[in-house]
């Protein structure tokens, strides 16, 4: 369980740092404008999806995750 937390502050952290802001209703999502449209990630304990309306967006952002 202490891993996991872990994991998951890093995590949150990491993707703030990069523009992301946390959804105050669910702290497992956090949302940046990218080109004008939303990019969304959902992370829940070892899985994320990742959305946004651009292909070239989604395959950057999964490149750096």
């Known amino acids: 369980m202490i891993s996991s937390l872990s994991c998951c502050r890093k995590f ?3 993707i703030m ?3 992301f802001k ?3 209703h669910d702290p497992c999502v956090t949302n940046k404008i990218i080109g004008g449209k939303q990019m969304t990630v959902l992370c829940h304990i070892d899985d994320c999806k990742l959305s ?3 292909l070239e967006a989604n395959d ?3 490149e750096w995750l």
Do not use: L, Q, R
Request: net charge negative; charged share 20%.
């Open 12 to 14: 949150t952290s990491s």
């Open 17 to 19: 740092e990069h523009g």
């Open 22 to 24: 946390i959804n105050p």
């Open 52 to 54: 946004h309306f651009d």
């Open 60 to 62: 950057k952002m999964t």
